[in-house]
């Protein structure tokens, strides 16, 4: 199963075929902000982190994407809008590129497509809905502990910084956080 998006394999397996794949580089970028985003991402191996630059130049990851996730700027795709998110590879990867054209062809050929491009854009929806909830009304803790569960092998991948990053607390924040769990845990 996709790890995001609760989707058979063997129904991804069929649509990657369709697809070119890319191998990028450890800190290479797929997406600068300014540009306009014409594809989808699938992470086959490696790692990629999309994350939004404030007016003060400070990183806010929105989601990683390891092995098996999908990840794309949709508002930049789907409403022509120049991106406000850079997609970013935290080390080398190949990413399977799937553009809208295909998608279009995918929905008219293969049955059972449209099915799976709309389950899919109904999980991503329920996790960003799960996000900004966690982002308004849990503690540092509870989000942490969503994190470790949405994201098991990540923090072995990641700097602290970057976890810190995605919860939307500062690394000394963190830091307290993964000390006050592991004394509870004693």
């Known amino acids: 199963m996709i790890s995001n998006s609760g989707i058979d394999e063997h129904e991804v397996s069929s649509i990657l075929k369709s697809c070119s794949i890319r191998k990028v580089k450890k800190n290479q970028f797929l997406l600068k902000a300014g540009e306009y985003c014409k594809t989808t991402f699938f992470v086959e191996t490696g ?68 099915d799976f491009n709309n389950r899919l854009l109904h999980n991503h929806i329920r996790h960003l809905q799960n996000r900004i909830r966690l982002l308004l009304s849990a503690s540092a803790e509870e989000r942490y502990l969503q994190f470790v569960a949405m994201y098991p092998d990540i923090l072995r991948r990641v700097p602290q910084a970057m976890v810190a990053s995605y919860l939307g607390i500062t690394p000394e924040s963190l830091s307290r956080v993964r000390r006050s769990i592991s004394t509870k845990s004693i």
């Open 47 to 114: 790692l990629l982190r999309q994350f939004h630059l404030d007016n003060s130049g400070k990183e806010h990851i929105i989601s990683f994407a390891p092995e098996s996730w999908f990840v794309t700027d949709r508002e930049s795709t789907y409403f022509d809008n120049p991106s406000t998110y850079f997609i970013q590879a935290l080390e080398d990867s190949e990413v399977a590129l799937i553009n809208e054209e295909l998608i279009q062809v995918l929905s008219r050929e293969l049955i059972g497509f449209s």
